[in-house]
């Protein structure tokens, strides 16, 4: 088959390193893929990352040259030029900019294609309008919560879990020294990791809430906690860290390429988000075989409410989150057997697995 994969831009997100692994992965079968971003390169880290990762697999790769915050149109006509020249078999877009343009496209298409959408959160606050070009393509949802607290109507609708490459995240123990020492953060010291982008979602504020509360709880402990990436709220939570004063064991360490070498140096997951949609940061860490500390939403829960190591807290109870890290510090499980006792849980969260279902997909869609 002819694929094509459509994203908004080429930066870090569980939706863009879901979707390199889908290209590498049906690159490797034996099929012609081809990426498109709406966006203009940034020239960071991560786009770098994954451009290097595409062209390994031998994908092709394009950016269509949007502007942040503009609606796209010469974009979209690039891409529905394109579409006409390459005559694909199956377009797939992801997130609600690349679905709306690209329906519109195939209302327009001279060469017909087959429409597939991810739906990758149970909020994805698309404008009407968004959802209104959107509608018509064949759905498919991220998650079962995303099935149903994010409807799209559709021809067709269907749940494929996310996945990740999981052998990435197997860390090993000389990879748990180096990384603290690059870190500089002592060998007995207790590490407590939250990945993610800097915003309302991930309610970072929360956590902070609870590590105040849990430094005041153990003071004879050697804390560290972690949190990796970026976004519009990184100076403020910076500065209340500060204020709290939580300076002395709370890092910031902005968007990070090594995130499997960073949980392979960490003692305990923390996830306090509010909504997700398939959170690939949590599976990642459950993968590592680190203990998780889960704000007890639907989202987390259908994936980790039957995982050994596992304790779930509400995301605005911040004595109830402390508690849940405190169990899990003093329990101190061993990650070689949760990584031994998950396995088989987590099989279905592997990218090959989620590869080899959109492929059965693809296959149904264009011979029915």
């Excluded at 000389?174 to 953060?185: A, D």
């Excluded at 809430?209 to 990796?228: E, Q, T």
């Excluded at 860290?241 to 070498?261: E, M, Y």
């Excluded at 697995?353 to 149904?364: D, K, M, T, V, W």
Aim: contains cysteine; charged residues 20%.
């Amino acid at each position: 088959m002819r694929i094509a994969q459509i994203i908004q831009r080429l930066e870090c997100g569980g939706d863009v390193a879901m979707v390199v692994g889908l290209c590498s992965y049906f690159a490797d079968q034996g099929h012609k893929v081809d990426m498109f971003c709406l966006d203009r390169p940034t020239g960071s880290d991560h786009e770098h990352v994954w451009l290097s990762v595409l062209k390994k697999h031998g994908v092709s790769s394009q950016f269509l040259g949007r502007r942040a915050k503009w609606p796209g149109f010469v974009a979209g006509l690039r891409l529905w030029w394109l579409i006409q020249r390459r005559n694909y078999d199956v377009v797939h877009s992801h997130l609600s900019m690349p679905d709306a343009i690209l329906g519109i496209i195939r209302r327009f298409t001279i060469v017909p294609f087959k429409h597939v959408l991810t739906v990758h959160n149970t909020r994805e606050g698309r404008s009407w309008i968004r959802e209104v070009c959107a509608r018509g393509g064949n759905v498919v949802y991220c998650s079962e919560a995303a099935q149903r607290l994010s409807p799209l109507p559709g021809t067709s609708n269907t749940v494929i879990p996310n996945g990740i490459l999981q052998s990435s995240y197997l860390g090993h123990r000389s990879q748990r020294t180096e990384t603290r020492v690059q870190l500089r953060v002592p060998s007995d010291a207790i590490v407590i990791i939250a990945v993610g982008r800097m915003c309302a979602q991930k309610n970072f504020d929360s956590a902070l809430d609870a590590i105040a509360v849990l430094s005041r709880r153990v003071p004879s402990k050697n804390l560290c906690f972690l949190f990796c990436g970026d976004g519009q709220e990184k100076e403020r939570l910076e500065a209340r860290a500060k204020h709290a004063p939580l300076v002395s064991c709370v890092r910031f360490l902005g968007n990070r390429t090594d995130i499997s070498a960073l949980l392979a140096a960490s003692d305990v997951f923390l996830s306090t988000s509010l909504h997700e949609g398939m959170p690939l940061a949590v599976l990642e860490a459950l993968t590592a075989g680190l203990p998780c500390v889960l704000s007890s939403i639907e989202e987390h829960r259908e994936i980790a409410k039957t995982m050994p190591g596992c304790v779930f807290a509400s995301p605005n109870g911040p004595e109830q989150i402390a508690s849940a890290l405190e169990a899990m510090i003093i329990k101190r499980n061993s990650p070689s057997a949760l990584r031994r006792d998950r396995a088989p849980l987590l099989e279905e969260f592997s990218i090959d697995r989620c590869a080899r279902s959109y492929l059965s997909l693809y296959g149904s869609l264009c011979h029915p």
